[in-house]
Protein backbone atom coordinates (compact mmCIF):
# COMPACT_ATOMS: atom_id res chain seq x y z
CA UNK A 1 0.00 0.00 0.00
CA UNK A 2 2.95 2.44 1.04
CA UNK A 3 4.69 1.29 -1.99
CA UNK A 4 2.20 1.69 -4.56
CA UNK A 5 0.88 5.14 -2.97
CA UNK A 6 4.90 6.11 -3.06
CA UNK A 7 4.89 5.02 -6.87
CA UNK A 8 1.74 7.43 -7.29
CA UNK A 9 3.71 10.23 -5.87
CA UNK A 10 6.18 9.55 -8.06
CA UNK A 11 4.34 9.64 -10.95
CA UNK A 12 2.61 12.52 -10.07
CA UNK A 13 5.95 14.48 -9.50
CA UNK A 14 7.42 13.15 -13.09
CA UNK A 15 3.90 14.16 -14.68
CA UNK A 16 4.18 17.55 -12.63
CA UNK A 17 8.05 18.32 -13.91
CA UNK A 18 6.57 17.11 -17.64
CA UNK A 19 3.50 19.86 -17.59
CA UNK A 20 6.11 22.46 -16.08
CA UNK A 21 9.28 21.43 -18.72
CA UNK A 22 6.07 21.32 -21.84
CA UNK A 23 4.61 25.12 -20.02
CA UNK A 24 8.06 26.33 -20.31
CA UNK A 25 8.81 25.43 -23.59
CA UNK A 26 5.93 27.04 -24.67
CA UNK A 27 6.93 29.96 -22.95
CA UNK A 28 10.00 29.95 -24.57
CA UNK A 29 8.40 29.31 -27.68
CA UNK A 30 8.20 32.31 -30.35
CA UNK A 31 4.55 33.76 -31.96
CA UNK A 32 2.36 31.60 -28.80
CA UNK A 33 -0.39 32.95 -31.52
CA UNK A 34 0.25 31.83 -34.15
CA UNK A 35 -0.93 27.68 -35.02
CA UNK A 36 1.98 25.66 -35.93
CA UNK A 37 2.45 25.32 -39.52
CA UNK A 38 4.04 26.20 -43.17
CA UNK A 39 3.74 29.91 -42.35
CA UNK A 40 4.69 29.75 -38.84
CA UNK A 41 8.08 27.48 -40.05
CA UNK A 42 8.98 29.53 -42.28
CA UNK A 43 9.09 33.25 -40.69
CA UNK A 44 11.46 31.29 -37.73
CA UNK A 45 13.27 28.84 -39.88
CA UNK A 46 14.21 32.03 -42.34
CA UNK A 47 15.15 34.44 -38.91
CA UNK A 48 17.33 31.30 -37.66
CA UNK A 49 19.15 31.03 -40.85
CA UNK A 50 20.11 34.31 -41.44
CA UNK A 51 20.73 35.15 -37.80
CA UNK A 52 23.44 32.18 -37.36
CA UNK A 53 26.76 33.46 -37.18
CA UNK A 54 29.21 31.63 -39.39
CA UNK A 55 26.14 30.24 -42.14
CA UNK A 56 26.25 30.86 -45.48
CA UNK A 57 23.18 33.02 -45.11
CA UNK A 58 24.53 35.51 -42.04
CA UNK A 59 22.83 38.91 -42.11
CA UNK A 60 24.75 41.32 -39.73
CA UNK A 61 22.05 42.80 -37.31
CA UNK A 62 23.05 45.99 -38.93
CA UNK A 63 21.27 44.71 -42.04
CA UNK A 64 18.16 43.16 -39.98
CA UNK A 65 14.96 45.77 -41.70
CA UNK A 66 12.00 44.14 -41.91
CA UNK A 67 9.14 46.47 -43.28
CA UNK A 68 5.57 46.03 -42.26
CA UNK A 69 2.17 47.45 -44.51
CA UNK A 70 -0.09 48.95 -41.75
CA UNK A 71 -3.65 48.91 -42.95
CA UNK A 72 -4.52 45.08 -42.98
CA UNK A 73 -1.27 43.60 -41.94
CA UNK A 74 -0.52 44.90 -38.29
CA UNK A 75 -4.62 46.34 -37.52
CA UNK A 76 -8.23 45.94 -39.29
CA UNK A 77 -8.86 48.01 -42.41
CA UNK A 78 -12.84 47.57 -42.31
CA UNK A 79 -15.52 48.80 -43.28
CA UNK A 80 -12.69 51.45 -44.43
CA UNK A 81 -9.13 52.93 -43.32
CA UNK A 82 -9.41 54.12 -39.99
CA UNK A 83 -8.04 57.36 -41.28
CA UNK A 84 -10.94 58.02 -43.30
CA UNK A 85 -12.95 57.51 -40.00
CA UNK A 86 -10.85 59.93 -38.27
CA UNK A 87 -11.44 62.47 -41.35
CA UNK A 88 -15.06 62.08 -41.22
CA UNK A 89 -15.18 62.13 -37.07
CA UNK A 90 -12.60 65.71 -37.91
CA UNK A 91 -15.34 67.15 -40.06
CA UNK A 92 -18.05 66.62 -38.15
CA UNK A 93 -15.89 68.24 -35.23
CA UNK A 94 -15.04 71.05 -37.54
CA UNK A 95 -18.54 71.69 -39.29
CA UNK A 96 -19.97 74.54 -36.81
CA UNK A 97 -17.16 76.32 -38.46
CA UNK A 98 -17.89 75.44 -41.70
CA UNK A 99 -21.62 76.22 -42.14
CA UNK A 100 -21.18 76.05 -46.10
CA UNK A 101 -20.18 72.29 -45.88
CA UNK A 102 -24.30 71.70 -45.04
CA UNK A 103 -24.55 72.54 -48.93
CA UNK A 104 -21.14 71.13 -50.37
CA UNK A 105 -19.78 67.99 -51.29
CA UNK A 106 -18.05 65.67 -50.18
CA UNK A 107 -18.62 67.37 -46.62
CA UNK A 108 -22.58 67.15 -47.18
CA UNK A 109 -22.16 63.95 -47.81
CA UNK A 110 -20.18 63.29 -44.59
CA UNK A 111 -23.01 64.99 -42.09
CA UNK A 112 -25.64 63.55 -43.48
CA UNK A 113 -23.92 60.13 -43.00
CA UNK A 114 -24.60 59.66 -46.82
CA UNK A 115 -21.66 56.76 -47.86
CA UNK A 116 -23.24 56.51 -51.35
CA UNK A 117 -22.97 60.11 -51.75
CA UNK A 118 -19.52 60.02 -50.56
CA UNK A 119 -18.68 56.70 -52.22
CA UNK A 120 -19.32 59.08 -55.40
CA UNK A 121 -17.39 61.96 -55.12
CA UNK A 122 -14.75 59.51 -55.58
CA UNK A 123 -10.75 59.74 -55.31
CA UNK A 124 -11.07 63.81 -55.43
CA UNK A 125 -13.82 63.98 -53.27
CA UNK A 126 -11.60 61.72 -50.28
CA UNK A 127 -8.56 64.16 -51.20
CA UNK A 128 -10.83 66.85 -50.32
CA UNK A 129 -12.11 65.40 -47.08
CA UNK A 130 -8.41 65.34 -46.26
CA UNK A 131 -7.55 68.29 -46.90
CA UNK A 132 -10.04 69.81 -44.65
CA UNK A 133 -9.28 67.61 -41.99
CA UNK A 134 -5.39 67.25 -42.20
CA UNK A 135 -4.02 70.33 -42.85
CA UNK A 136 -3.62 73.99 -41.55
CA UNK A 137 -2.67 73.29 -38.16
CA UNK A 138 0.98 73.10 -37.04
CA UNK A 139 2.51 69.19 -37.15
CA UNK A 140 2.49 69.64 -33.20
CA UNK A 141 -1.39 70.34 -32.99
CA UNK A 142 -1.79 67.78 -35.63
CA UNK A 143 -0.57 64.92 -33.27
CA UNK A 144 -2.91 66.32 -30.61
CA UNK A 145 -5.25 66.03 -32.71
CA UNK A 146 -4.43 62.54 -33.82
CA UNK A 147 -3.83 61.67 -29.98
CA UNK A 148 -7.21 62.78 -28.61
CA UNK A 149 -9.34 61.11 -31.16
CA UNK A 150 -7.92 57.90 -30.63
CA UNK A 151 -8.51 58.11 -26.67
CA UNK A 152 -12.00 58.44 -27.34
CA UNK A 153 -13.23 57.27 -30.76
CA UNK A 154 -14.44 53.13 -31.39
CA UNK A 155 -14.85 51.13 -34.15
CA UNK A 156 -18.37 51.47 -35.44
CA UNK A 157 -18.62 47.45 -35.32
CA UNK A 158 -16.68 46.24 -32.98
CA UNK A 159 -17.13 49.23 -30.73
CA UNK A 160 -13.30 48.54 -29.39
CA UNK A 161 -10.86 51.47 -29.16
CA UNK A 162 -8.77 51.20 -33.18
CA UNK A 163 -5.41 50.68 -31.13
CA UNK A 164 -7.23 47.44 -29.55
CA UNK A 165 -7.99 46.21 -33.08
CA UNK A 166 -3.98 45.52 -34.22
CA UNK A 167 -3.35 41.94 -34.49
CA UNK A 168 -1.79 39.84 -31.88
CA UNK A 169 -0.09 37.56 -34.30
CA UNK A 170 1.58 40.47 -35.59
CA UNK A 171 2.96 42.08 -32.62
CA UNK A 172 4.74 39.14 -31.57
CA UNK A 173 6.70 38.90 -35.09
CA UNK A 174 7.29 42.49 -34.22
CA UNK A 175 8.87 41.51 -30.71
CA UNK A 176 10.05 38.83 -32.28
CA UNK A 177 12.42 40.71 -35.20
CA UNK A 178 13.70 42.74 -32.51
CA UNK A 179 14.79 40.15 -30.22
CA UNK A 180 16.65 38.55 -33.12
CA UNK A 181 18.52 42.06 -34.07
CA UNK A 182 15.95 43.61 -36.73
CA UNK A 183 14.64 47.17 -36.55
CA UNK A 184 11.32 47.14 -37.83
CA UNK A 185 9.85 49.62 -39.64
CA UNK A 186 6.11 50.90 -40.57
CA UNK A 187 5.78 51.48 -44.42
CA UNK A 188 2.29 52.64 -45.00
CA UNK A 189 0.10 54.07 -47.81
CA UNK A 190 -1.81 55.82 -45.18
CA UNK A 191 -0.49 59.24 -43.66
CA UNK A 192 3.32 59.46 -41.77
CA UNK A 193 1.35 62.07 -39.35
CA UNK A 194 -1.45 60.01 -38.52
CA UNK A 195 0.27 57.10 -37.63
CA UNK A 196 3.61 58.19 -35.67
CA UNK A 197 1.76 60.02 -32.14
CA UNK A 198 0.79 55.85 -31.20
CA UNK A 199 3.42 53.39 -33.08
CA UNK A 200 5.40 53.40 -30.10
CA UNK A 201 2.92 52.97 -27.69
CA UNK A 202 1.22 50.64 -29.64
CA UNK A 203 3.63 48.24 -31.93
CA UNK A 204 7.26 49.41 -30.39
CA UNK A 205 7.99 51.39 -33.56
CA UNK A 206 9.68 54.90 -32.97
CA UNK A 207 8.58 57.90 -35.22
CA UNK A 208 11.91 57.73 -36.98
CA UNK A 209 10.44 54.37 -38.23
CA UNK A 210 7.54 54.92 -39.66
CA UNK A 211 7.14 55.70 -43.60
CA UNK A 212 4.14 56.93 -45.15
CA UNK A 213 2.25 59.16 -47.58
CA UNK A 214 2.03 62.98 -47.21
CA UNK A 215 0.97 66.00 -47.39
CA UNK A 216 3.63 69.26 -47.86
CA UNK A 217 4.53 70.97 -44.58
CA UNK A 218 6.80 74.81 -44.45
CA UNK A 219 8.43 76.75 -41.87
CA UNK A 220 7.62 79.47 -40.60
CA UNK A 221 7.96 81.67 -37.23
CA UNK A 222 4.77 82.66 -36.20
CA UNK A 223 4.90 85.14 -32.68
CA UNK A 224 8.26 83.78 -32.36
CA UNK A 225 7.57 80.84 -32.65
CA UNK A 226 9.49 78.05 -35.21
CA UNK A 227 6.71 75.76 -36.31
CA UNK A 228 6.21 73.29 -39.30
CA UNK A 229 2.48 74.42 -40.86
CA UNK A 230 0.77 71.34 -42.79
CA UNK A 231 -0.29 72.79 -46.20
CA UNK A 232 -3.55 71.43 -48.31
CA UNK A 233 -1.14 69.79 -51.21
CA UNK A 234 0.16 65.80 -51.43
CA UNK A 235 3.75 65.61 -50.94
CA UNK A 236 4.26 62.11 -51.21
CA UNK A 237 2.15 58.58 -51.71
CA UNK A 238 3.55 55.47 -50.54
CA UNK A 239 1.80 53.62 -52.25
CA UNK A 240 2.17 50.53 -54.84
CA UNK A 241 5.59 51.71 -56.82
CA UNK A 242 5.98 54.41 -54.56
CA UNK A 243 6.58 52.21 -51.08
CA UNK A 244 9.85 50.69 -52.79
CA UNK A 245 10.84 55.03 -53.11
CA UNK A 246 9.48 55.68 -49.31
CA UNK A 247 11.72 53.12 -48.41
CA UNK A 248 15.12 53.92 -50.01
CA UNK A 249 14.31 57.32 -49.21
CA UNK A 250 14.15 56.88 -45.46
CA UNK A 251 15.92 53.75 -44.79
CA UNK A 252 18.16 53.79 -47.75
CA UNK A 253 19.29 50.31 -47.73
CA UNK A 254 16.60 46.82 -49.11
CA UNK A 255 14.99 45.41 -46.37
CA UNK A 256 15.03 41.60 -45.74
CA UNK A 257 11.91 40.81 -45.07
CA UNK A 258 8.82 42.54 -46.25
CA UNK A 259 5.40 41.97 -44.54
CA UNK A 260 1.85 43.09 -46.57
CA UNK A 261 -1.47 42.34 -47.50
CA UNK A 262 -2.23 43.76 -50.49
CA UNK A 263 -1.67 44.86 -54.21
CA UNK A 264 -0.60 47.98 -52.97
CA UNK A 265 2.41 46.04 -51.23
CA UNK A 266 2.83 44.08 -54.71
CA UNK A 267 6.42 46.50 -55.69
CA UNK A 268 7.48 46.35 -51.88
CA UNK A 269 7.31 42.63 -51.85
CA UNK A 270 8.76 42.48 -55.05
CA UNK A 271 11.92 45.22 -54.33
CA UNK A 272 12.71 43.34 -50.84
CA UNK A 273 12.52 39.67 -52.34
CA UNK A 274 14.95 40.94 -55.44
CA UNK A 275 17.69 41.87 -53.38
CA UNK A 276 20.77 39.29 -53.32
CA UNK A 277 21.27 36.87 -50.38
CA UNK A 278 17.96 35.35 -48.13
CA UNK A 279 14.61 37.72 -48.50
CA UNK A 280 11.30 36.66 -47.03
CA UNK A 281 7.99 38.02 -48.62
CA UNK A 282 5.23 37.35 -46.38
CA UNK A 283 1.48 38.61 -47.20
CA UNK A 284 -1.55 38.35 -44.64
CA UNK A 285 -4.65 36.80 -45.98
CA UNK A 286 -7.56 38.06 -44.25
CA UNK A 287 -9.85 34.26 -44.69
CA UNK A 288 -11.64 34.83 -41.51
CA UNK A 289 -14.84 36.32 -41.56
CA UNK A 290 -15.63 35.14 -37.93
CA UNK A 291 -12.83 36.74 -35.48
CA UNK A 292 -11.90 39.48 -37.96
CA UNK A 293 -12.99 39.70 -41.95
CA UNK A 294 -12.93 37.73 -45.25
CA UNK A 295 -11.76 39.69 -48.24
CA UNK A 296 -9.32 39.48 -51.46
CA UNK A 297 -9.73 39.82 -55.21
CA UNK A 298 -12.33 41.66 -55.24
CA UNK A 299 -12.79 44.19 -52.06
CA UNK A 300 -12.33 47.80 -52.65
CA UNK A 301 -10.22 47.98 -49.67
CA UNK A 302 -7.29 45.52 -49.48
CA UNK A 303 -8.05 44.50 -52.40
CA UNK A 304 -5.58 41.43 -52.73
CA UNK A 305 -5.26 39.96 -56.92
CA UNK A 306 -1.96 40.25 -58.39
CA UNK A 307 0.61 39.87 -55.36
CA UNK A 308 -1.94 36.50 -54.22
CA UNK A 309 -1.11 35.39 -57.83
CA UNK A 310 2.67 35.83 -57.80
CA UNK A 311 3.17 34.75 -54.56
CA UNK A 312 3.81 30.99 -54.88
CA UNK A 313 6.08 31.39 -58.13
CA UNK A 314 7.64 33.93 -55.59
CA UNK A 315 7.84 32.41 -52.73
CA UNK A 316 6.31 34.32 -50.60
CA UNK A 317 4.70 32.89 -47.64
CA UNK A 318 0.62 33.52 -47.56
CA UNK A 319 -0.72 33.56 -43.99
CA UNK A 320 -4.15 32.25 -44.20
CA UNK A 321 -5.48 34.50 -41.15
CA UNK A 322 -8.27 31.84 -40.09
CA UNK A 323 -5.73 29.09 -39.93
CA UNK A 324 -2.31 29.98 -38.88
CA UNK A 325 -3.50 32.80 -35.72
CA UNK A 326 -5.06 30.83 -32.79
CA UNK A 327 -5.89 34.57 -31.79
CA UNK A 328 -6.58 38.08 -33.78
CA UNK A 329 -6.46 40.58 -31.12
CA UNK A 330 -4.79 40.96 -28.09
CA UNK B 1 72.28 57.74 0.80
CA UNK B 2 70.40 54.85 1.01
CA UNK B 3 67.50 56.36 2.79
CA UNK B 4 67.59 59.39 -0.09
CA UNK B 5 67.66 56.52 -2.65
CA UNK B 6 65.00 55.43 -0.68
CA UNK B 7 63.39 58.93 -1.05
CA UNK B 8 63.65 59.23 -4.67
CA UNK B 9 62.14 56.28 -5.27
CA UNK B 10 59.19 57.09 -3.60
CA UNK B 11 58.79 60.16 -4.72
CA UNK B 12 59.83 58.66 -8.22
CA UNK B 13 56.71 55.61 -7.47
CA UNK B 14 54.35 58.68 -6.44
CA UNK B 15 54.91 61.12 -9.18
CA UNK B 16 54.45 57.73 -11.64
CA UNK B 17 51.19 57.10 -9.79
CA UNK B 18 50.19 60.91 -10.18
CA UNK B 19 50.92 60.52 -14.04
CA UNK B 20 48.83 57.44 -14.01
CA UNK B 21 45.95 59.31 -12.40
CA UNK B 22 46.26 62.24 -14.26
CA UNK B 23 46.60 60.36 -17.63
CA UNK B 24 43.30 58.56 -17.09
CA UNK B 25 41.27 61.43 -15.62
CA UNK B 26 41.71 62.79 -18.97
CA UNK B 27 40.69 59.34 -20.69
CA UNK B 28 37.61 59.43 -19.42
CA UNK B 29 37.36 63.31 -20.34
CA UNK B 30 35.13 63.40 -22.96
CA UNK B 31 36.03 65.26 -26.31
CA UNK B 32 39.79 65.25 -25.72
CA UNK B 33 40.40 67.05 -29.03
CA UNK B 34 38.29 69.90 -27.64
CA UNK B 35 40.08 72.82 -25.64
CA UNK B 36 38.57 73.62 -22.17
CA UNK B 37 36.75 76.38 -22.60
CA UNK B 38 33.15 77.98 -22.98
CA UNK B 39 31.93 75.98 -25.85
CA UNK B 40 33.00 72.24 -24.24
CA UNK B 41 31.39 73.33 -21.06
CA UNK B 42 28.04 74.21 -22.85
CA UNK B 43 28.14 70.74 -23.97
CA UNK B 44 29.09 68.95 -21.71
CA UNK B 45 26.81 70.31 -19.56
CA UNK B 46 23.44 70.27 -21.76
CA UNK B 47 24.46 66.66 -21.57
CA UNK B 48 24.65 65.90 -18.46
CA UNK B 49 21.93 68.23 -17.68
CA UNK B 50 19.13 66.24 -19.83
CA UNK B 51 20.69 62.79 -19.40
CA UNK B 52 19.97 63.87 -15.26
CA UNK B 53 17.28 61.35 -14.07
CA UNK B 54 14.86 62.60 -11.89
CA UNK B 55 16.32 66.23 -12.51
CA UNK B 56 14.08 69.03 -13.75
CA UNK B 57 15.58 68.71 -17.77
CA UNK B 58 15.87 65.07 -18.22
CA UNK B 59 14.86 64.00 -21.63
CA UNK B 60 14.08 60.16 -21.85
CA UNK B 61 16.38 58.08 -23.97
CA UNK B 62 13.90 57.58 -27.26
CA UNK B 63 13.78 61.80 -27.63
CA UNK B 64 17.50 62.41 -27.21
CA UNK B 65 17.67 63.01 -31.14
CA UNK B 66 20.77 64.99 -32.67
CA UNK B 67 21.34 66.14 -35.91
CA UNK B 68 24.12 67.40 -37.56
CA UNK B 69 24.92 69.51 -41.02
CA UNK B 70 27.44 67.48 -42.94
CA UNK B 71 29.53 69.52 -45.23
CA UNK B 72 31.58 72.50 -42.82
CA UNK B 73 30.06 70.80 -39.41
CA UNK B 74 31.58 67.22 -39.97
CA UNK B 75 33.77 67.39 -42.77
CA UNK B 76 35.48 70.09 -44.85
CA UNK B 77 34.07 71.78 -48.11
CA UNK B 78 36.68 73.98 -49.50
CA UNK B 79 37.55 74.86 -52.29
CA UNK B 80 34.32 72.95 -53.05
CA UNK B 81 31.82 71.18 -51.53
CA UNK B 82 33.25 67.18 -52.12
CA UNK B 83 29.90 66.50 -53.77
CA UNK B 84 30.45 68.88 -57.00
CA UNK B 85 34.61 67.66 -57.42
CA UNK B 86 33.29 63.95 -57.43
CA UNK B 87 30.38 65.59 -59.83
CA UNK B 88 33.50 66.66 -61.68
CA UNK B 89 35.76 63.56 -61.28
CA UNK B 90 32.58 61.69 -62.52
CA UNK B 91 31.55 63.98 -65.91
CA UNK B 92 35.46 63.20 -66.81
CA UNK B 93 34.68 59.65 -66.51
CA UNK B 94 32.01 59.56 -68.73
CA UNK B 95 33.44 62.14 -71.42
CA UNK B 96 34.55 59.47 -73.80
CA UNK B 97 30.67 58.14 -74.06
CA UNK B 98 29.59 61.86 -74.62
CA UNK B 99 31.84 63.24 -77.77
CA UNK B 100 29.47 66.32 -77.75
CA UNK B 101 30.48 67.51 -74.44
CA UNK B 102 33.44 68.63 -75.39
CA UNK B 103 31.19 71.64 -77.09
CA UNK B 104 28.32 71.80 -74.53
CA UNK B 105 28.37 73.76 -71.33
CA UNK B 106 28.90 73.44 -68.63
CA UNK B 107 30.72 70.12 -69.76
CA UNK B 108 33.16 71.94 -71.95
CA UNK B 109 34.06 73.94 -68.98
CA UNK B 110 34.71 70.78 -66.45
CA UNK B 111 36.86 68.88 -69.20
CA UNK B 112 38.78 71.95 -70.06
CA UNK B 113 39.19 72.53 -65.85
CA UNK B 114 37.61 76.17 -66.60
CA UNK B 115 36.59 77.10 -63.33
CA UNK B 116 35.55 80.56 -63.97
CA UNK B 117 33.33 79.29 -67.16
CA UNK B 118 31.65 76.38 -64.88
CA UNK B 119 31.13 79.43 -62.44
CA UNK B 120 29.51 81.20 -65.31
CA UNK B 121 27.33 78.36 -66.07
CA UNK B 122 25.44 79.15 -62.78
CA UNK B 123 22.42 77.17 -60.39
CA UNK B 124 21.65 75.51 -63.79
CA UNK B 125 24.65 74.91 -64.81
CA UNK B 126 25.65 72.73 -61.55
CA UNK B 127 22.12 71.39 -61.86
CA UNK B 128 22.77 69.74 -65.29
CA UNK B 129 26.51 68.61 -63.73
CA UNK B 130 24.69 66.95 -61.25
CA UNK B 131 22.16 64.98 -62.96
CA UNK B 132 24.75 63.69 -65.74
CA UNK B 133 26.71 62.39 -63.00
CA UNK B 134 24.06 61.18 -60.83
CA UNK B 135 21.21 59.67 -62.29
CA UNK B 136 20.60 57.44 -64.86
CA UNK B 137 21.72 54.48 -62.92
CA UNK B 138 19.77 52.41 -60.51
CA UNK B 139 20.29 53.23 -56.54
CA UNK B 140 22.65 50.20 -56.25
CA UNK B 141 24.85 50.93 -59.30
CA UNK B 142 25.27 54.76 -57.51
CA UNK B 143 26.55 53.50 -54.20
CA UNK B 144 29.55 51.69 -56.28
CA UNK B 145 30.28 54.40 -57.87
CA UNK B 146 30.55 56.70 -54.94
CA UNK B 147 32.18 54.35 -52.88
CA UNK B 148 34.60 53.09 -56.07
CA UNK B 149 35.34 57.20 -55.90
CA UNK B 150 36.26 57.61 -52.65
CA UNK B 151 38.30 54.90 -52.50
CA UNK B 152 41.10 56.60 -55.01
CA UNK B 153 40.01 59.99 -55.16
CA UNK B 154 42.04 62.47 -53.47
CA UNK B 155 41.17 66.48 -52.28
CA UNK B 156 43.19 69.17 -54.23
CA UNK B 157 44.93 70.51 -51.89
CA UNK B 158 45.49 68.49 -48.71
CA UNK B 159 45.80 65.55 -50.78
CA UNK B 160 43.94 63.50 -48.48
CA UNK B 161 41.62 61.33 -49.14
CA UNK B 162 38.07 63.30 -48.74
CA UNK B 163 37.00 60.64 -45.79
CA UNK B 164 40.41 61.91 -43.79
CA UNK B 165 39.06 65.43 -43.77
CA UNK B 166 36.22 64.97 -41.04
CA UNK B 167 36.85 66.82 -37.88
CA UNK B 168 38.01 64.65 -34.68
CA UNK B 169 36.52 66.94 -32.08
CA UNK B 170 33.13 66.15 -34.29
CA UNK B 171 33.67 62.65 -34.62
CA UNK B 172 34.47 62.96 -30.36
CA UNK B 173 30.50 64.71 -30.28
CA UNK B 174 29.31 61.89 -31.97
CA UNK B 175 30.58 59.00 -30.03
CA UNK B 176 29.95 61.48 -26.93
CA UNK B 177 25.91 62.00 -27.49
CA UNK B 178 25.57 58.00 -28.34
CA UNK B 179 27.01 57.38 -25.73
CA UNK B 180 24.92 59.05 -23.93
CA UNK B 181 21.42 57.68 -25.36
CA UNK B 182 21.49 59.93 -27.95
CA UNK B 183 20.38 59.07 -31.89
CA UNK B 184 22.87 60.85 -34.74
CA UNK B 185 21.65 62.04 -37.55
CA UNK B 186 22.89 63.67 -40.19
CA UNK B 187 20.69 66.39 -42.04
CA UNK B 188 22.73 68.18 -45.28
CA UNK B 189 21.85 70.10 -48.19
CA UNK B 190 24.27 66.97 -50.16
CA UNK B 191 22.73 64.42 -51.91
CA UNK B 192 21.23 61.45 -49.51
CA UNK B 193 22.44 58.54 -51.86
CA UNK B 194 26.34 60.47 -52.00
CA UNK B 195 26.61 60.06 -48.24
CA UNK B 196 24.92 56.91 -47.30
CA UNK B 197 27.72 54.50 -48.80
CA UNK B 198 30.14 55.96 -46.11
CA UNK B 199 28.52 57.27 -42.95
CA UNK B 200 28.16 54.35 -41.18
CA UNK B 201 32.13 53.48 -41.58
CA UNK B 202 33.10 57.26 -41.08
CA UNK B 203 30.62 58.80 -38.41
CA UNK B 204 29.28 55.44 -37.16
CA UNK B 205 25.92 57.06 -38.61
CA UNK B 206 23.88 54.26 -40.32
CA UNK B 207 21.82 54.82 -43.96
CA UNK B 208 18.39 55.35 -42.39
CA UNK B 209 19.90 58.10 -40.11
CA UNK B 210 21.20 60.14 -42.99
CA UNK B 211 18.83 63.09 -44.41
CA UNK B 212 19.81 64.84 -47.29
CA UNK B 213 18.74 66.14 -50.49
CA UNK B 214 17.56 64.17 -53.38
CA UNK B 215 16.58 63.42 -57.02
CA UNK B 216 13.61 61.23 -57.74
CA UNK B 217 13.66 57.84 -58.27
CA UNK B 218 11.18 55.29 -59.72
CA UNK B 219 10.62 51.36 -59.00
CA UNK B 220 11.17 49.33 -62.32
CA UNK B 221 11.52 45.46 -63.20
CA UNK B 222 14.43 45.26 -65.00
CA UNK B 223 15.47 41.78 -66.88
CA UNK B 224 13.13 40.32 -64.10
CA UNK B 225 15.09 42.05 -61.81
CA UNK B 226 13.59 44.94 -59.42
CA UNK B 227 14.96 48.00 -59.05
CA UNK B 228 15.26 51.97 -58.37
CA UNK B 229 16.11 53.95 -61.21
CA UNK B 230 17.74 57.38 -60.71
CA UNK B 231 15.62 59.54 -62.43
CA UNK B 232 17.53 63.59 -63.62
CA UNK B 233 14.74 65.33 -61.42
CA UNK B 234 15.13 66.94 -57.97
CA UNK B 235 13.20 65.58 -55.53
CA UNK B 236 13.51 67.32 -52.38
CA UNK B 237 16.46 70.35 -51.57
CA UNK B 238 17.47 70.08 -47.99
CA UNK B 239 18.86 73.33 -46.84
CA UNK B 240 17.27 76.50 -45.69
CA UNK B 241 14.00 76.28 -44.34
CA UNK B 242 13.60 72.90 -46.06
CA UNK B 243 15.92 71.10 -43.34
CA UNK B 244 12.86 71.04 -40.66
CA UNK B 245 10.89 69.92 -43.42
CA UNK B 246 13.37 67.02 -43.98
CA UNK B 247 14.01 66.32 -40.26
CA UNK B 248 9.95 65.93 -39.59
CA UNK B 249 9.70 63.87 -42.80
CA UNK B 250 12.25 61.50 -41.81
CA UNK B 251 12.06 61.11 -37.72
CA UNK B 252 9.26 62.88 -36.98
CA UNK B 253 10.45 64.79 -34.06
CA UNK B 254 12.08 67.64 -33.22
CA UNK B 255 15.82 67.34 -32.11
CA UNK B 256 17.14 68.11 -28.81
CA UNK B 257 20.73 69.18 -30.44
CA UNK B 258 21.38 70.52 -33.58
CA UNK B 259 24.75 71.56 -35.47
CA UNK B 260 25.57 73.30 -38.52
CA UNK B 261 27.84 75.76 -39.49
CA UNK B 262 26.47 78.01 -42.36
CA UNK B 263 22.99 80.12 -43.04
CA UNK B 264 21.70 76.86 -44.36
CA UNK B 265 20.85 75.58 -41.38
CA UNK B 266 19.12 78.43 -39.48
CA UNK B 267 16.04 77.15 -39.65
CA UNK B 268 17.60 73.75 -38.41
CA UNK B 269 18.29 75.91 -35.45
CA UNK B 270 15.36 77.73 -34.86
CA UNK B 271 13.31 74.95 -35.41
CA UNK B 272 15.23 72.73 -33.16
CA UNK B 273 16.21 74.93 -30.16
CA UNK B 274 12.38 76.71 -30.42
CA UNK B 275 10.68 73.48 -29.21
CA UNK B 276 9.93 73.35 -25.14
CA UNK B 277 12.19 71.90 -22.68
CA UNK B 278 15.90 71.76 -23.26
CA UNK B 279 17.15 72.33 -26.26
CA UNK B 280 20.79 72.92 -27.59
CA UNK B 281 21.96 74.61 -30.61
CA UNK B 282 25.93 75.17 -31.68
CA UNK B 283 27.18 76.52 -34.99
CA UNK B 284 31.26 75.45 -35.74
CA UNK B 285 32.95 78.66 -36.85
CA UNK B 286 35.29 78.53 -39.18
CA UNK B 287 38.15 80.69 -38.12
CA UNK B 288 41.42 78.48 -38.81
CA UNK B 289 42.72 79.59 -41.97
CA UNK B 290 46.35 77.65 -41.30
CA UNK B 291 44.98 74.10 -40.06
CA UNK B 292 41.57 74.43 -42.30
CA UNK B 293 40.10 77.56 -43.75
CA UNK B 294 38.71 80.70 -42.34
CA UNK B 295 35.19 82.09 -43.98
CA UNK B 296 32.08 83.51 -42.93
CA UNK B 297 30.27 86.39 -44.06
CA UNK B 298 31.23 86.71 -47.80
CA UNK B 299 32.05 83.25 -48.03
CA UNK B 300 30.11 81.94 -51.37
CA UNK B 301 30.70 78.25 -49.47
CA UNK B 302 28.84 77.75 -46.07
CA UNK B 303 28.16 81.47 -46.18
CA UNK B 304 27.66 82.28 -42.53
CA UNK B 305 26.16 85.94 -41.74
CA UNK B 306 22.55 85.81 -40.37
CA UNK B 307 23.30 82.56 -38.27
CA UNK B 308 26.38 84.28 -36.79
CA UNK B 309 24.17 87.92 -36.01
CA UNK B 310 21.22 85.28 -34.81
CA UNK B 311 23.71 83.13 -31.96
CA UNK B 312 24.05 85.03 -29.19
CA UNK B 313 20.71 86.16 -28.74
CA UNK B 314 19.22 82.83 -29.00
CA UNK B 315 21.59 80.80 -26.95
CA UNK B 316 23.49 78.94 -29.86
CA UNK B 317 26.78 78.16 -29.00
CA UNK B 318 29.85 79.45 -31.35
CA UNK B 319 32.54 77.39 -31.88
CA UNK B 320 35.54 78.96 -32.69
CA UNK B 321 37.43 76.43 -34.45
CA UNK B 322 41.04 77.79 -34.10
CA UNK B 323 40.92 78.50 -30.18
CA UNK B 324 37.82 75.42 -29.39
CA UNK B 325 39.85 72.87 -30.89
CA UNK B 326 43.36 71.10 -30.37
CA UNK B 327 43.26 69.13 -33.63
CA UNK B 328 41.04 69.30 -36.46
CA UNK B 329 41.76 66.15 -38.31
CA UNK B 330 41.96 62.28 -37.20
Known sequence: MAERSGTHLARAGFAAVLMLAVASAR????LPSWNAGASKSAIVEFVARIARENGPDFVPPAERIAVFDNDGCLWSEQPAYFQLLFAIDRIKTLAPQH??????????????NDMKALAASGEHGLLEL?????????????EK???????????????????????????????????????????????????RPWTQEV?????????????????????GEAVLVRLPEINFIDDKAGKPVGINQHIG?????????SDGDLQMLQWTTGGAGPRLGVIVHHTDAEREWAYDRSSHIGKLDKALDLA??????????KTDWNRVYP
Open 27 to 30: ASEP
Open 203 to 223: YGIPPEQVIGSSIKTQFDVRD
Open 145 to 195: IVRDWLASARHPTTGKPYTAMVYQPMLEVLDYLRANGFKTFIVSGGGIEFM
Open 130 to 142: VMASHAGMTTEEF
Open 99 to 112: PEWREQQPFKAVLE
Open 253 to 261: RRPVMAFGN
Open 312 to 321: AGSGWVVVDM
